[in-house]
């Protein structure tokens, strides 16, 4: 990847924003979709205390494309799955639109995510015995008003790939499988828990390029996970995690397009 980018004029830096939750909104904020205040989340192993999260305050904005930024072991995964449902705070409230997540029971949540929420993981967590096209289908079929599996391949430029198995697939066009399985059942939110991390740099930009896309073209808000801060520069806001704490949040004046990416 050595020169690609060169020929494009390079983004101005972030302007870096206050980390008070509300100081932070984007300039044109429009609808909140995430409320969170609060949130403490403590894993407890035998005699052994480990506090993921201590005391984050967010909010996450209709259509907005965000990326959770920080090392290993800042809490970024354990927030992505508090917001999505699969896991619970130990204090603090969370409040997806109108649905309070932190008072919600197991079938509830399951509703939730079902109804609200695409999932892309670093592995791809496809049925190797399905093709592409049925391995979205298994998604489609429980949805209620999904797309065709045809479309969510095409949005993420896999329509000619339709019939072929995953061992058939390289590892960026199995992620967009996971990305149009995700999508296909037309979720408000795509959590993204560090998407591009087993892929290399060419093959990671494709990925990135698919989720920016759905973002784009349906309006999705999306949130991705990453230690990789080349990343940030094609979100529209810029959240970083330190210690199980939000050490601070930027919005990029100009996003870059992810084929403009260097690392």
């Given at each position: 990847?050595?020169?690609?980018?060169?020929?494009?004029?390079?983004?101005?830096?972030?302007?870096?924003?206050?980390?008070?939750?509300?100081?932070?909104?984007?300039?044109?904020?429009?609808?909140?979709?995430?409320?969170?205040?609060?949130?403490?989340?403590?894993?407890?192993?035998?005699?052994?205390?480990?506090?993921?999260?201590?005391?984050?305050?967010?909010?996450?904005?209709?259509?907005?494309?965000?990326?959770?930024?920080?090392?290993?072991?800042?809490?970024?995964?354990?927030?992505?799955?508090?917001?999505?449902?699969?896991?619970?705070?130990?204090?603090?409230?969370?409040?997806?639109?109108?649905?309070?997540?932190?008072?919600?029971?197991?079938?509830?949540?399951?509703?939730?995510?079902?109804?609200?929420?695409?999932?892309?993981?670093?592995?791809?967590?496809?049925?190797?015995?399905?093709?592409?096209?049925?391995?979205?289908?298994?998604?489609?079929?429980?949805?209620?008003h999904p797309?065709?599996?045809?479309e969510a391949?095409?949005?993420?430029?896999?329509?000619?790939?339709?019939?072929?198995?995953?061992?058939?697939?390289?590892?960026?066009?199995?992620?967009?499988?996971?990305?149009?399985?995700?999508?296909?059942?037309?979720?408000?939110?795509?959590?993204?828990?560090?998407?591009?991390?087993?892929?290399?740099?060419?093959?990671?930009?494709?990925?990135?390029?698919?989720?920016?896309?759905?973002?784009?073209?349906?309006?999705?808000?999306?949130?991705?996970?990453?230690?990789?801060?080349?990343?940030?520069?094609?979100?529209?806001?810029?959240?970083?995690?330190?210690?199980?704490?939000?050490?601070?949040?930027?919005?990029?004046?100009?996003?870059?397009?992810?084929?403009?990416?260097v690392w």
């Open positions: 990847m050595g020169d690609q980018g060169s020929g494009h004029e390079q983004a101005p830096a972030a302007r870096r924003e206050p980390t008070d939750a509300f100081a932070a909104e984007p300039a044109d904020a429009g609808e909140s979709v995430f409320h969170a205040r609060g949130l403490t989340k403590v894993y407890r192993m035998g005699e052994v205390r480990v506090q993921a999260l201590r005391g984050v305050d967010l909010d996450l904005y209709r259509g907005e494309f965000v990326v959770l930024l920080g090392p290993s072991g800042s809490g970024k995964s354990t927030l992505l799955n508090i917001l999505g449902g699969l896991d619970v705070p130990t204090e603090g409230t969370v409040r997806y639109e109108d649905h309070d997540l932190t008072v919600l029971d197991d079938a509830a949540l399951t509703r939730y995510r079902r109804e609200h929420v695409g999932f892309v993981f670093q592995f791809y967590n496809l049925i190797p015995s399905l093709t592409a096209r049925e391995n979205v289908a298994l998604v489609t079929e429980i949805a209620e797309l065709a599996p045809e391949l095409r949005l993420v430029g896999l329509g000619e790939r339709l019939d072929h198995f995953p061992a058939q697939l390289s590892g960026g066009e199995q992620q967009r499988v996971a990305i149009a399985r995700a999508i296909a059942k037309r979720p408000d939110v795509l959590l993204c828990d560090e998407p591009t991390g087993a892929l290399d740099v060419k093959t990671g930009i494709v990925v990135l390029e698919a989720i920016a896309d759905v973002n784009r073209e349906l309006g999705t808000t999306a949130v991705v996970i990453t230690h990789n801060a080349d990343i940030a520069q094609i979100a529209d806001r810029v959240i970083r995690l330190m210690d199980g704490r939000i050490a601070g949040i930027e919005r990029n004046a100009v996003k870059k397009a992810p084929r403009d990416l």
